[in-house]
C-alpha cells in the first residue's frame, strides 16, 4: 500500500512538472519564471494546498538528485571568459564591465552585512551571517535569460549586470560552504574543504590534458557516451568528497558545474545536460520546494508575516545603492531596471534555508518565508525590469526590410542574430499571412500595396539590406532593380525567371530561388553531408565577421591578440579568395569566414568591430 501511494505522488509531482510549461505559454504567462510556477503549483498539491503529495524515498531522492544537479548547472552557467577578456577596449563612457562588477558586488555585500545585523537588532534572525549570504545572492537563472531577451547580453550594461550575477553567485556558494563549516557539526574540519578544491585543480589539470586523446574522442558516439559518463562521474565523485570532509553536497555539485564550464564543453553537451536537469530532476525538486512550504503557518505567525515585506524591500535596497555607481555612465532608468533585475534570487536562498533549517539556525516558519520571498522576487523583477529599463537599440546594428510576409521570410526574423540585425516585414493588407503556430512574436508592418511609392513612403530603402520575397516575381524584380538604384548597399531578390536572374546579377544584386535553394541544399546533403552540418550548427558552424577595427589592420593573423577556439577558414578582400596562414596580414574591410564556438564567435566579433 505503501508503494502504491508514493508511486502515486511521483506521478502527480511528475505530471505537474509536465503540464506547468505548457499552461504558462497557452496561458501567456511567459514572463513568469518556470521554476517560480513548479513551486507555485507545489504549494497548490502540498501541505499549504490540497495536500494530494506524500514525500517518500521515490520522491526525496529525485528532489535531492534535482538539487545536486541545480548547483551543477549552475556552476556550469558561469561564463569565465567574462572575467579572461581583457583584451576587448572599454570606453570611459561605458567603463569596465569587470571592475564595475566587482566594486557594485562589495557595495551590495556589505550593504547586505548592515541589512543583517539591522534585523538580527530588530529580533527576526539570530544569524547575520547567513542573512548576508541571503540578501546578497543574485539568481543567475532569471538575469541570463532577461538579459537575453533585452537584447544587451553583449553590451557593456549586459555584462556588468551578468558579472555582478556571476560574481554573487560565486562568493555566496563558497561562503555558505563556510557558513556550514562553522556554524555545523564539522567546524574543527573546515580546513578540510582545501582537500575538495585541491582534488578539484587536480581533476581540472587531468581534464584537461588527456580530454582531447583519439581514444576518448571516438568513444564519445554510440552507446558509449563517455563525456556524458565522465561528467555524471565527477558530480558524484566531487559531492561524495564534499560530504566526506564535511561540506555540503551541494559545494561539490557547483565545483563539479565550474570546472566542465572551465574546460568548455560544445554546445552538444550543454544541452544533453539541461535536457536531463531541466527536463527531469529539477523540476521535481522544485516542486517539492512548493510542496513542503508552510504557508498557512505563516499567517499564524505575525513576526514573520511582518519579515516578508522587509525583505523584499531589503533586497532591492541592497542592490539599488550599489547599482547607483552605474550612474557615471547609465541613465536612472537603465540603473533602476538593473537594481531590479538583480534583486531576483532563488537557488541559492532555497540551498541556503535548506541548510540553515537543517543546522538549527532556522526553525521551519522563517525557511519558508525566505523561500516565499525568493519566489516573490522572481515573479516581480523581471517585469518591472522590462518596464523601467530603456529600450535598447543595437549599435552598428545593419536594417535588413523584408519586402513580403510568408513562411519564409517570417521565421527568418526570429533567427537572425538580433545583435546584428534590425529587421522589419512589410505586408500588403490583402495578402493572407499564416502566423506559424500561433506566433505572435513577428512585426509586421502593413501597407496598402507594393508600389515603389509606397515603399519610399515606409522608407524600405533606408535599410542596408533590402530583401525581396513577395509571390509576384516580375514584382521582385523591380522593386529590387529599383533598390540597386536608390543605392541599398545589400538587395537580395526571390526570382525564378531566368531573363530576371541575368540581368539582377548583373546589377550585382544577390539572387535566391526556392527550388533551386532546395535542389542545391538536397545535393549537398547527398554528397557533403557534413558541409550541411557546418551551416545548421549554431555553435562549431560557419560565421563571417567583418575586420573595422584599425588596432587589428596590418597584424599577421599569428600576432592576433586574441583567437579562442576560431579558425579562419577563409579571407574575402573585394573580389579576392585568400586561404588564410599565419603570415596572412589583416586589412580593413575583410570579410572573414571563421568557425568556433559561439562565445569565441561573439568575442571575436566585438574585437573586430569599431
Known amino acids: 500500500m505503501e508503494e502504491h501511494a508514493s508511486v ?124 548576508t549570504l541571503i540578501i546578497s545572492t543574485i539568481s543567475l537563472g532569471v538575469v541570463v535569460p532577461t538579459l537575453k531577451e533585452a537584447n544587451i547580453m553583449n553590451k557593456p550594461i549586459g555584462q556588468t549586470i551578468l558579472l555582478v550575477a556571476v560574481i554573487a553567485d560565486l ?43 583519439s581514444f576518448f574522442e571516438t568513444m564519445t558516439k554510440g552507446t558509449v557516451q563517455i563525456d556524458t559518463r565522465a561528467i555524471f562521474a565527477l558530480i558524484i565523485l566531487l559531492v561524495g568528497l564534499s560530504e566526506t570532509v564535511g561540506a555540503e553536497n551541494i559545494l561539490g555539485a557547483f565545483l563539479a558545474g565550474v570546472l566542465v564550464s572551465l574546460l568548455s564543453p560544445n554546445l552538444d553537451m550543454i544541452k544533453k545536460l539541461d535536457s536531463f536537469g531541466y527536463g527531469f530532476v529539477i523540476p521535481i525538486f522544485f516542486v517539492m520546494v512548493g510542496v513542503d512550504l508552510n504557508v498557512w503557518g505563516l499567517f499564524e505567525n505575525t513576526e514573520v508575516l511582518i519579515l516578508i515585506p522587509i525583505l523584499l524591500v531589503g533586497l ?75 529600450k535598447q537599440k543595437t549599435d552598428n546594428a545593419q536594417k535588413v526590410m523584408f519586402v513580403g510576409a510568408n513562411q519564409l521570410t517570417m521565421p ?90 541575368e540581368e539582377l546579377f548583373s ?29 545548421n550548427k549554431t555553435d562549431g558552424g560557419l560565421h563571417e565577421v567583418d575586420l573595422q577595427n584599425q588596432s587589428i589592420v596590418g597584424m599577421k593573423l599569428r600576432e592576433m591578440p586574441f583567437l579562442g577556439d576560431t579558425v579562419f577558414v577563409r579571407i574575402f578582400r573585394g573580389n579576392e579568395s585568400i586561404v588564410p596562414h599565419g603570415d596572412t596580414v589583416l586589412k580593413k574591410d575583410d570579410r572573414i569566414v571563421v568557425t568556433g564556438s559561439q562565445k569565441h564567435i561573439i568575442q571575436l566579433r566585438n574585437l573586430f568591430d569599431v
Open 8 to 131: 502515486t505522488s511521483l506521478v502527480i509531482v511528475v505530471s505537474i512538472a509536465f503540464i506547468i510549461p505548457v499552461l504558462l505559454h497557452k496561458l501567456r504567462l511567459n514572463v513568469i519564471p518556470v521554476v517560480v510556477a513548479e513551486i507555485i503549483a507545489g504549494i497548490i498539491i502540498g501541505r499549504s494546498g490540497f495536500d494530494l503529495v506524500t514525500p517518500d524515498i521515490w520522491l526525496e531522492t529525485l528532489s535531492l538528485l534535482g538539487f545536486i544537479f541545480l548547483m551543477f548547472l549552475s556552476g556550469l552557467e558561469i561564463d569565465f571568459t567574462a572575467f579572461m577578456n581583457k583584451k576587448k577596449k572599454t570606453t570611459l563612457k561605458e567603463g569596465n564591465p569587470f571592475l564595475v562588477a566587482l566594486l557594485v558586488f562589495v557595495g551590495i555585500f556589505i550593504i547586505s552585512y548592515g541589512l543583517s545585523v539591522l534585523l538580527v537588532f530588530a529580533g527576526f534572525m539570530d544569524n547575520a551571517f547567513l542573512m
Open 171 to 213: 562568493v555566496t556558494m563558497i561562503l555558505l560552504a563556510v557558513f556550514v563549516s562553522i556554524y555545523g557539526d564539522s567546524g574543527e574540519n573546515m580546513w578540510l574543504l582545501l582537500l575538495l578544491f585541491a582534488a578539484g585543480i587536480i581533476i581540472y589539470w587531468a581534464a584537461k590534458k588527456y580530454r582531447h586523446q
Open 316 to 390: 532591492f535596497i541592497s542592490k539599488f545603492i550599489p547599482a547607483l555607481l552605474l550612474l557615471k555612465w547609465y541613465s536612472f532608468n537603465t540603473v533602476m531596471g538593473s537594481a531590479f533585475l538583480l534583486t531576483s534570487t532563488l537557488s541559492l536562498v532555497i540551498a541556503a534555508a535548506s541548510i540553515g533549517e537543517r543546522i538549527g539556525v532556522l526553525d521551519e516558519l522563517l525557511s519558508s518565508a525566505l523561500i516565499l520571498v525568493a519566489v516573490i522576487s522572481c515573479i516581480i523583477t523581471p517585469i518591472v525590469f522590462k518596464k523601467v529599463f530603456p
Open 412 to 501: 527568418l526574423t526570429l533567427n537572425l542574430d538580433l545583435s546584428r540585425f534590425e529587421t522589419h516585414v512589410f505586408h500588403r493588407r490583402q495578402d493572407k499571412v499564416e502566423v506559424i503556430s500561433g506566433n505572435t512574436e513577428f512585426a509586421i508592418e502593413e501597407m496598402n500595396d507594393f508600389t515603389l511609392e509606397t515603399l519610399e513612403k515606409h522608407r524600405v530603402f533606408k535599410g542596408e539590406i533590402v530583401v525581396v520575397a513577395t509571390g509576384n516575381e516580375e514584382l521582385n524584380y523591380q522593386i529590387a532593380k529599383y533598390a540597386k538604384e536608390r543605392n541599398v548597399p545589400k538587395v537580395i531578390a526571390r526570382v525564378d525567371i531566368p531573363e530576371y536572374k
Open 507 to 535: 546589377l550585382n544584386i544577390d539572387v535566391f530561388s526556392v527550388f533551386f535553394s532546395t535542389q542545391l541544399v538536397l545535393k549537398m546533403m547527398i554528397e557533403s553531408p557534413h558541409v550541411v552540418d557546418l551551416f
